[in-house]
């Protein structure tokens, strides 16, 4: 099993609807991490969570929400998808500092 | 917030040739990372350093902290070497600022 799962792999969602994308991890580790990447911009930080009991916005949040179920959880949530949300997604974890920065296989998202 | 600019956007090579991907940061940093994507997606961490080189295999970093500048070289190189290759950069603590990519193409 990958250390990082994403779910699910690809989505072709409508626009107006609400869209959850999953994240598991079996690093132990307390951060983790949701990025968007399009082409030309490179990996963005939509918002991130150093602890289950932490939240924070990224440079680009609006449009988006999170939920930290477990220290191993951390999911998306696109409340109202449009569609300049599709991109790939992809959830990270690490450890304290910079260490151990490990990627999950990514989610392509296509909002019609 | 740090601005980390990569070049060049896009590279091709021939088989064997010695390649160079350079980065540079706007703010001091305590880490900097190589990441590498293949086509489908998946990123992986190729290095983490704070000073001077590291190396594994073909695969060559190097820092200035002073200058705020890294580099990438490849030796040697292969098709199989093509990929996106990411910078991003680490300070204080908070999480990494990536840069846009290098797309390097070697051909046969």
């Known amino acids: 099993d990958a250390d990082v799962t994403q779910t699910p792999r690809n989505r072709i969602t409508k626009t107006g609807k609400r869209i959850m994308l999953e994240c598991s991890q079996t690093?132990?580790?307390?951060?983790m991490y949701w990025y968007r990447q399009d082409p030309g911009l490179g990996l963005r930080l939509i918002y991130y969570s150093f602890d289950v009991k932490d939240i924070n916005k990224g440079e680009i949040s609006d449009g988006y929400s999170v939920s930290r179920q477990a220290q191993a959880k951390f999911s998306l949530s696109l409340e109202s998808a449009i569609p300049n949300q599709t991109a790939l997604y992809f959830c990270?974890?690490?450890?304290?500092?910079?260490?151990?920065?490990?990627f999950g296989s990514g989610t392509r998202l296509t909002v019609v | 917030k740090n601005e980390v600019e990569q070049s060049p956007q896009n590279l091709t090579a021939q088989e064997g040739e010695f390649i160079t991907i350079n980065c540079s940061y706007s703010?001091?940093?305590?880490?900097l990372h190589w990441l590498q994507q293949h086509p489908g997606g998946g990123i992986v961490s190729l290095f983490m350093l704070s000073s001077g080189k590291k190396k594994h295999g073909r695969l060559i970093a190097t820092i200035n902290i002073q200058e705020k500048h890294s580099s990438l070289h490849i030796t040697a190189s292969h098709p199989r070497d093509s990929a996106v290759y990411i910078c991003?950069?680490?300070?204080?603590?908070?999480?990494?600022?990536f840069g846009k990519g290098t797309r390097l193409s070697v051909i046969a």
């Open positions: 703010v001091g940093i305590s880490a």
């Open positions: 991003a950069v680490y300070s204080g603590n908070t999480p990494l600022v």
């Open positions: 990270a974890t690490s450890d304290q500092g910079a260490y151990g920065y490990t």
């Open positions: 690093k132990g580790h307390d951060r």
